[in-house]
């Protein structure tokens, strides 16, 4: 098992450009998340999909759109990149069950984005 | 206000002694959920240790404990016998069932250098 993967590991833009960060887990969990991780601020998170066909804004969701193409898959998209959105972004994803269960969440490796 | 302190940006402590890192909560759902994460240098999130509201006991994983005291709304990560490997970002984070489902909100860290 892969766990959850996320494309690019690195990628630098420059302002106004557009892109697209993949992510896809081989855990068959229902719900996944974006995060992004600045200096001093933990992760915040952007978008999360509790399950198929649903998504819902986080913490920080200007300037982002998501798609859950399927379970496995949720892309993250930035349509007009300003420096400001520059971080790493974590992908995760989780069983979904109760907060009886124990239940982490799986965290891709991120994606270094830098926009100039 | 935040939703998770932790109130040490930076900590030290000697090779195989013990350290605790702390991290105090705020919330009003009786149904929660406490995670810690380690965060080294290469930057991946590795889950720890889990604690529920509703758990009577401290959770413990290997060298790492829980130190949950619901009244005081406090959940520090003790961690003993500390190894040059534990060196890296710990993150303190919550699950609130009924407000935030399975959404996670993370501290904004403590950074932990073990000293040979």
């Known amino acids: 098992n892969a766990g959850v993967t996320q494309t690019p590991k690195f990628q630098v833009l420059k302002t106004g450009q557009s892109m697209t960060l993949q992510c896809a887990q081989d855990?068959?969990?229902?719900?996944m998340y974006w995060y992004r991780q600045d200096p001093g601020m933990g992760l915040r998170l952007i978008y999360y999909?509790?399950?198929?066909?649903?998504?819902d804004k986080g913490e920080v969701p200007n300037g982002y759109n998501v798609s859950r193409l399927n379970k496995r898959e949720f892309s993250l998209r930035l349509e007009s990149a300003a420096p400001s959105q520059t971080s790493v972004y974590f992908c995760?994803?989780?069983?979904?069950?109760?907060?009886?269960?124990?239940?982490?969440?799986?965290f891709g490796p991120g994606t270094r984005l830098t926009v100039l | 206000a935040q939703k998770i302190t932790q109130t040490q940006p930076g900590m030290f402590v000697q090779e195989k002694e013990a350290v605790t890192l702390d991290c105090t909560y705020d919330?009003?759902?009786?149904?929660?959920?406490l995670f810690w994460y380690k965060q080294p240098s290469s930057g991946e999130m590795i889950f720890l240790i889990y604690?529920?509201?509703?758990?009577?006991q401290n959770a413990t994983e290997g060298r790492y404990s829980l130190n949950f005291q619901k009244a005081r709304k406090s959940a520090n990560l003790v961690i003993s016998a500390s190894q040059l490997g534990d060196s890296a970002m710990y993150f303190c984070?919550?699950?609130?069932?009924?407000?935030?489902?399975?959404?996670?909100?993370f501290g904004t860290g403590t950074r932990l250098a073990v000293r040979p």
């Open positions: 984070a919550m699950r609130e069932m009924e407000s935030s489902g399975d959404k996670l909100t």
């Open positions: 995760a994803s989780s069983d979904g069950q109760g907060v009886a269960f124990y239940n982490e969440q799986f």
């Open positions: 604690q529920g509201s509703y758990d009577q």
């Open positions: 999909s509790a399950s198929e066909g649903t998504t």
């Open positions: 919330t009003s759902d009786p149904s929660y959920g």
């Open positions: 855990m068959n969990h229902n719900s």
